[in-house]
């Protein structure tokens, strides 16, 4: 009878396990895959500096699920175990007091969303083994000033780098092949870009918004109509190959119809701010006017309290009006 017990508690376990059930380790809530971890959350309190252990009872982590530690405002710094290979969506969303992060060698992917709005996030390495970077994995950390993009990278998702306003110069490696739709939208501090020879793809409006870009390097396989659709500024230079200006042609404007909505949108906008503008210098030069009047007539007020012979010694022009 207690054998048959003893059975039967060892295959509700296997069960447990087979089926994701969530377990329970110190400060973490983990699933079982193959006798893998995956942790789903960090249930710590107080966090700050965290460094996620290796193994949970004795089973190696090899995944920071989803949402594991998404919108903890506490936590300041992590570091991530060499076991681990991947970092799931959401991971450390909205983390906006997390400040350093280390990837180890060991991750291979970086999920969508997986670092969105870590605002006071300053620099990231991303280590020689991940290979793809997923969607908004970055976007809206405003104060990421530095990014080390590997060789071994051969994707950057849409909008992964989004609205990193702080964000001053990124080298793609010769690896990438693609760089999907707004992928560095709205980079506005952004001054220098190389994009590599091995780029096939670059998608629409990978570069829109990045007003403070002067420089970009191209290759030359690019067409004028790839290069015009990534909605690199006006105002860039560009550069073919090497830092020589403009040695191949400057892109063509996309005709009027294959003109993105954006491209519409845009348009719009800045018709609408030189309106806005007109409006503005129209209200300052009546302001000026008025102001000219107003001083015109002190002064009239303030002569005419002279004698009549200082009055005759003055420009005739003040009193022809």
Do not use: H
Request: glycine share 6%.
């Amino acid at each position: 009878m207690r054998s048959l017990v003893l059975s039967a508690l060892i295959l509700a376990s296997a069960f447990q396990t087979a089926t994701g059930q969530t377990y329970n380790s110190g400060d973490y809530q983990y699933t079982l895959s193959n006798n893998q971890a995956t942790i789903t959350r960090y249930i710590g309190w107080n966090s700050g500096a965290v460094t996620i252990p290796s193994t949970l009872d004795s089973y190696p982590v090899v995944s920071i699920g989803s949402n594991a530690f998404e919108s903890n405002q506490s936590l300041t710094s992590v570091t991530i175990p060499s076991s681990v290979t991947s970092i799931g969506s959401y991971a450390f969303s909205n983390c906006t007091s997390l400040t350093s992060v280390t990837i180890p060698n060991s991750v291979t992917s970086i999920g969508a969303c997986a670092f969105l709005n870590c605002n006071n996030l300053t620099s990231i390495v991303i280590p020689n083994s991940v290979t793809s970077i997923g969607s908004s994995a970055f976007q809206d950390c405003t104060g990421l000033t530095s990014v080390t993009i590997p060789s071994s990278v051969t994707s950057i998702g849409s909008y992964a780098f989004s609205s990193c306003t702080s964000l001053a110069s990124a080298t793609i490696p010769n690896s990438v092949t693609s760089i999907e739709n707004y992928a560095f939208y709205s980079c506005s501090s952004l001054a220098f870009v190389t994009i590599p020879n091995s780029l096939t793809y670059i998608g629409a409006n990978a570069f829109y918004g990045c007003s403070g870009l002067g420089s970009v390097l191209l290759p030359p396989n690019l067409s004028p109509s790839q290069i015009s659709q990534a909605g690199f500024p006006s105002t860039a230079v560009f550069y073919y190959g090497s830092l020589s200006p403009q040695v191949g042609p400057q892109p063509e404007p996309v005709p009027s119809s294959m003109a993105s909505q954006a491209d519409l949108a845009r348009t719009k906008a800045d018709l609408a701010r030189t309106k806005a503008d007109l409006a503005s210098t129209k209200a300052e030069l009546a302001k000026i006017k008025a102001d000219l009047a107003k001083t015109k007539t002190d002064l009239g007020t303030w002569f005419a309290k002279f004698p009549s012979t200082l009055k005759r010694v003055l420009p005739k022009f003040i009193w022809s009006k």
